[in-house]
């Protein structure tokens, strides 16, 4: 289960970095205000899921916090992508 939400993510993944032309790693320079808004939906994703995984510092992940972190991600991801193409349109 987690090997599939892994890859769903991975694959959600590489379509949003498709449509915005980058990774999380391209959008570090917050100069740029379309990067600045990447850069802090990528850390919005990464917190969210962190936290329903149960990384956090009151708290110790069990066993399904990978699959947990990796479904969250792939989720908003999939959200964003459809975000992305309705403002395109």
């Not at 100069?31 to 990384?55: M, N, T």
């Not at 989720?75 to 459809?82: D, E, P, S, V």
């Amino acid at each position: 289960m987690t090997r599939e939400a892994r890859q769903s993510w991975e694959k959600a993944r590489a379509e949003l970095a498709a449509l915005r032309g980058g990774n999380d790693e391209d959008f570090v320079d917050l100069q740029d205000p379309i990067a600045e808004r990447e850069y802090h939906w990528d850390r919005f994703c990464h917190l969210s899921a962190s936290i329903d995984a149960g990384y956090t510092l009151f708290e110790h992940p069990g066993t399904m916090a990978p699959m947990i972190y990796a479904g969250v991600m792939a989720r908003l991801t999939k959200w964003r992508i459809k975000d992305m193409e309705r403002l395109k349109s």
